[in-house]
């Protein structure tokens, strides 16, 4: 099993949809997760972290953490066709991190 | 405030040279971490120096070292390349506690012809 799981893609909404990504981590342990986006041919870029059990909103993003069972999502609402990246689920753990294998998005306008 | 540095952006090397490749960090941050993404494999964890000290290494061979400076600023170093070393190498700076989110550089692109 693998540290970090993130739901298989690639992932196809409307423009104006609610997009949901999903990531599931292994340790028990982990303390803090993060949301990244990356488009194709640059670097991820960090959108959101959580730290909490519960939800946490910025703008058309929500995290979503459920510790107990070990479950981290990331709802985009009115998703825009610039939203189309992919998106990689991180567990840091002092300077290393373990990302999922990114689900990729596309809003289709 | 200045981001991630990464230099150069893209570089060709042939197989069995070695390249060395730079990274500033975000001004105070102390952590530096490289990665290697490919697209079979995703993001893959190398090394992480700290205060210029080598804290946390990935599964990759010996011919992958880097090393930190007093200025926090990094160095990686592949030695013998080979055909398989070709990918995006990213570069990211965090304060370096356990729950502190990392931030990446544009990366440096390898290939090896």
């Known amino acids: 099993q693998k540290e970090v799981e993130q739901n298989s893609g690639p992932l196809s909404v409307p423009e104006g949809a609610i997009a949901s990504l999903n990531c599931t981590y292994s340790d028990r342990g982990s303390q803090s997760f993060f949301w990244y986006r990356q488009y194709s041919g640059k670097s991820p870029e960090l959108i959101m972290s959580?730290?909490?059990?519960g939800d946490k909103e910025d703008g058309r993003f929500t995290a979503q953490l459920n510790k107990a069972s070990q479950y981290v999502s990331l709802l985009i609402r009115d998703s825009q066709p610039s939203d189309s990246a992919t998106y990689l689920c991180a567990v840091p753990n002092a300077g290393k991190s373990t990302f999922g294998d990114g689900t990729t998005l596309t809003v289709k306008p | 405030k200045a981001g991630v540095t990464q230099t150069p952006r893209y570089l060709i090397k042939t197989r069995g040279q070695q390249v060395t490749l730079s990274c500033s960090p975000i001004?105070?941050?102390?952590?530096v971490s490289w990665y290697q993404q490919t697209p079979g494999q995703g993001l893959q964890f190398l090394f992480e120096y700290f205060s210029e000290t080598q804290r946390n290494k990935g599964n990759f061979p010996g011919r992958f070292s880097g090393r930190q400076f007093s200025n926090s600023r990094s160095e990686m170093n592949v030695s013998t390349l080979e055909l398989g070393d070709s990918a995006l190498y990213l570069c990211?700076?965090?304060?370096?506690?356990?729950?502190?989110?990392?931030?990446f550089g544009d990366g440096t692109r390898l290939s090896i012809l």
């Open positions: 959580i730290y909490s059990n």
């Open positions: 001004s105070g941050h102390r952590s």
């Open positions: 990211a700076s965090s304060l370096g506690g356990p729950r502190q989110p990392q931030h």
